[in-house]
């Protein structure tokens, strides 16, 4: 079974501070996603990735940065959070190519104070 | 830019009871998700429907793509308490990087779904 995994299920954090969201994968997949979830809103992605060091924009890229220094690990990095990013956080994987389905991992629940 | 519309957002449903979600989206797709979410949990595939026509069925659950009229349907037969969570359909698309088109996902808002006896 393809597991994915996030590093944590709820996060509390301080308005400036800088977050983390680690996202681990082990199937060996090229890509992954990060998505955030908002009540009315559905998943919108904010960042993908297709290989290694190698990132895209997604539909809500700002003020969010990206880091895949390896396969397997998929970080979200918010560098000076704030309130309104507060959200669920969902991490996806999938092998390469254009029809891969997309694998999710749990979630982060993040709330920025 | 691909827009995808579910309704309705909440559904509160009898036991025993049959309804459908509607899922709309704006540019053409060759393939399109249901996706289940329990509360506090992942999201769990369904439904992959890949061409016009398709139908699928689990259960008391049965998904439909009409391509032409770009509407996907989610049918709920005889429902039972246990189908209470959120449904999203999600369309596929492209996501263009490095000169290599990717495989991307545009989600609905989600269908509150909740049975009650």
């Known amino acids: 079974d393809v597991k994915v995994t996030q590093s944590s299920r709820y996060l509390v954090k301080r308005t400036g501070e800088k977050v983390f969201l680690e996202c681990v994968q082990d199937m060996d997949h090229e890509n992954m996603f990060w998505y955030r979830q908002d009540p009315g809103l559905g998943l919108r992605l904010i960042y993908f990735s297709y290989d290694v060091k190698m990132k895209e924009k997604g539909d809500i890229p700002e003020g969010y940065s990206v880091s895949r220094e390896k396969k397997e690990r998929f970080s979200l990095i918010l560098e000076s959070a704030s309130t309104n990013q507060t959200s669920m956080y969902l991490c996806?994987?999938?092998?390469?190519?254009?029809?891969?389905?997309?694998?999710f991992g749990p979630g982060t629940r993040l709330t920025v104070l | 830019e691909l827009k995808v519309e579910q309704n309705p957002l909440f559904l509160s449903m009898q036991e025993g009871k049959n309804y459908t979600i509607y899922c709309n989206y704006s540019?053409?797709?060759?393939?399109l998700y249901w996706y289940r979410q329990d509360p506090g949990k992942s999201l769990e595939s369904l439904f992959v429907l890949l061409s016009n026509g398709a139908v699928k069925q689990e259960g008391r659950l049965m998904a439909s793509l009409d391509t032409k009229a770009r509407l996907s349907t989610l049918h709920i037969t005889a429902a039972v308490h246990d189908l209470s969570a959120t449904y999203f359909c999600?369309?596929?698309?492209?996501?263009?990087?490095?000169?290599?088109?990717?495989?991307?996902?545009?989600f609905g808002q989600g269908t509150i779904l909740t049975v009650h006896p």
């Open positions: 540019t053409t797709s060759d393939r």
């Open positions: 996806a994987s999938s092998w390469t190519g254009v029809h891969n389905e997309q694998f």
């Open positions: 999600a369309v596929h698309g492209l996501l263009v990087a490095g000169g290599t088109s990717y495989g991307k996902l545009t």
